[in-house]
């Protein structure tokens, strides 16, 4: 059984902080549970441009208020408390944090740790591991 609290892995290297965001990862590729868990922090008037090639990403909205646009289409969706999105497409999107937005996010495969977008918006499929 794995339990951890998010308190003790925000003081941990598994969180992962950035200008527009920070992501405390909770469940990662060394758990082996085919998936990996984190809550993120997106910043209030921030954009980040996000495209995941190498992984599908579930996206659920705890609290604050923000908008994901696709790109292929220029539609906007509103996210607020309650929200999931789901990129299963490889949707290259922009996420904007109107005020501070915390997201719980699934993703698959899971990350090892300390991946943050390159500049096209990608995670690596392979980044270096937390132990």
């Not at 994901?68 to 539609?75: H, I, K, P, Q, S």
């Not at 719980?104 to 300390?114: E, T």
Request: one cysteine or more; glycine letters at 6%; proline letters at 5%.
């Amino acid at each position: 059984m794995i339990v951890r609290t998010l308190e003790e892995a925000e003081r941990s290297e598994r969180r992962v902080v950035t200008p527009t965001w920070e992501s405390t990862r909770l469940l990662l590729k060394n758990d082996r549970m085919g998936f990996s868990f984190h809550i993120t922090t997106i910043y209030a008037n921030t954009e980040t441009h996000i495209c995941y090639q190498n992984h599908l990403e579930a996206v659920y909205c705890i609290s604050g208020e923000g908008e994901v646009e696709t790109l292929a289409d220029g539609v906007v969706h509103k996210i607020r408390p309650g929200t999931i999105y789901v990129l299963d497409r490889h949707d290259d999107h922009l996420l904007r944090g109107i005020t501070e937005m915390k997201l719980a996010c699934v993703f698959n495969p899971p990350l090892s740790g300390k991946e943050v977008h390159d500049e096209e918006g990608v995670y690596p499929l392979e980044a270096e591991p937390i132990s």
